[in-house]
């Protein structure tokens, strides 16, 4: 067992979580993230740069594992978002 199996455990427990479902879901996620880092670069169509694949957040439901566009255009998308007035307020 590996560390991060154990401190997966220890947290189930304190939890009261089913530990051997925890440490699967952990053990998911961290192999995500190590496929993630082999993933070199990847092009964002809202500001065209090719940029390496640690510049995108994670989301599971895409087959690459990561969002369409940078943190930085997703940044900047949420921030026009959040400046506009409400529609329906």
């Given at each position: 067992m590996s560390p991060l199996d154990d401190a997966a455990r220890a947290v189930a427990e304190?939890?009261?979580l089913d530990p051997a479902d925890f440490v699967r879901r952990v053990r998911a996620a961290a192999d995500r993230r190590r496929a993630r880092g082999s993933l070199p670069f990847k092009t964002c169509p809202a500001c065209s740069r090719e940029l390496p694949a640690l510049a995108y957040a994670e989301d599971t439901s895409k087959g690459d594992g990561?969002?369409?566009t940078c943190r930085?255009?997703?940044a900047a998308r949420t921030a026009r978002r959040r400046a506009s007035p409400s529609a329906g307020a």
């Open positions: 304190r939890h009261g990561l969002k369409v930085e255009c997703d």
